[in-house]
């Protein structure tokens, strides 16, 4: 029997799991990351779980760490994206939140066309770094539980991307997903996804799932066309 997709909430969950923090700090009902620098996604105040949200706890929030960012999943956390909206707080960013089932991803693949390992390679940092993702943004990846991989990918006998997957609940996360710009359009992006789900599958994993830039439309197709689907959306409120 396929186990149904995963509901936002679910990815989110498994999102934060695979690319965790050093240490969270609670302030009313939020939890709040250690880390002040890195990605929006390591370092914005999160909801817990069935939380309710008051202005107040907001406030409280704003004095504890002046200018912090805050994450709320459409659907599920809609009254706190509406209290953030009323202290002039603006949505910086929406991300889809997608799933799949691995199985249908599945499949050969090219020999020597990629490579999963655990710790990476320093190639992998090299390709990240040059891509915007330089190693105290990657920090998440080394704190993450296992099972988790890095897959250095090939093609036309040259490094050509690399990708982070960890795995929560069966749910097999991909993170840092690059493609070098010279091998786009050229099957690797397809690529990536096959070996990260023959990978997930050997693990367990019932699933694939990944947030997004609802704007990225090349990514966004190229998810789709492997069979993944929109569950909802994730978005960031920062103060303008």
């Keep these: 029997m396929t186990e149904p997709l995963p509901d936002a909430a679910a990815i989110m969950a498994a999102v934060r799991a695979t690319w965790p923090p050093s240490a969270l700090h609670r302030v009313g009902p939020f939890d709040l990351p250690a880390e002040q620098e890195g990605t929006r996604r390591a370092t914005s105040a999160r909801q817990r779980p069935g939380a309710t949200v008051t202005p107040d706890d907001i406030a409280a929030v704003e004095t504890a760490r ?5 994450g709320t999943i459409d659907g599920t956390e809609d009254a706190t994206a509406d209290l953030l909206a009323a202290r002039g707080y603006k949505s910086g960013g929406i991300s889809d939140l997608m799933a799949g089932p691995v199985t249908p991803i599945c499949g050969e693949t090219p020999r020597v066309s990629g490579f999963a390992h655990w710790p990476p390679l320093a190639v992998c940092g090299t390709l990240w770094d040059a891509h915007g993702n330089p190693a105290p943004r990657r920090a998440p990846a080394d704190r993450a539980p296992d099972p988790k991989t890095t897959i250095l990918l090939r093609h036309s006998d040259r490094a050509a991307g690399a990708l982070f997957v960890g795995i929560h609940a069966r749910l097999a996360v991909l993170h840092l997903v690059l493609t070098l710009p010279r091998f786009r359009r050229q099957g690797v992006g397809r690529l ?18 990944l947030p997004v830039e609802a704007d ?12 993944l689907v929109r569950r909802g959306g994730y978005r960031y409120w920062t103060q303008t």
């Design 216 to 227: 990225n439309a090349a990514a966004v197709g190229l998810y789709e066309g492997a069979g």
């Design 66 to 70: 002046p200018g912090t960012v805050f």
């Design 192 to 209: 990536a996804l096959r070996h990260a789900a023959n990978w997930a599958a050997e693990r367990g994993a019932d699933h694939i799932v």
